[in-house]
């Protein structure tokens, strides 16, 4: 079993920059892949970014240049650098993690609201 807990979301000014963090805890030897998802008031929950072993980093359209996906794998911590924001991009934030036994982690999200 793996445990996230997600951090750092808050209210922001469009243009202004956030970090989000995620800590896995538990059986985390076996996560290959983490990303970050958010979901949006009416919308589907979508994949923001992603890094998973062997395979690399990778990001949605829309956030790419703007959003860093980083991982330190000493502190069980998965960062989401977000520069640039914009109002657009207020959304709950999720922290998703996969391990090589087929499991399937979620956080709890945090809140991430960008004021125009």
């Known amino acids: 079993q793996v445990q996230l807990v997600e951090s750092g979301g808050g209210l922001v000014q469009a243009g202004g920059s956030l970090r989000l963090s995620c800590v896995s805890s538990?059986?985390?030897?076996?996560?290959?892949?983490t990303g970050w998802y958010r979901q949006a008031p009416g919308k589907e929950r979508e994949l923001v970014a992603s890094i998973a072993n062997h395979v690399g980093t990778n990001y949605l359209d829309s956030v790419r240049g703007r959003f860093t996906i980083s991982r330190d794998d000493a502190k069980n911590t998965v960062y989401l650098q977000m520069n640039s924001l914009k109002p657009e991009d207020t959304a709950v934030y999720y922290c998703?993690?996969?391990?090589?036994?087929?499991?399937?982690?979620w956080g709890q999200g945090t809140q991430v609201t960008v004021s125009s």
């Open positions: 538990g059986s985390v030897s076996g996560i290959y892949f």
């Open positions: 998703h993690a996969r391990d090589y036994l087929e499991g399937n982690y």
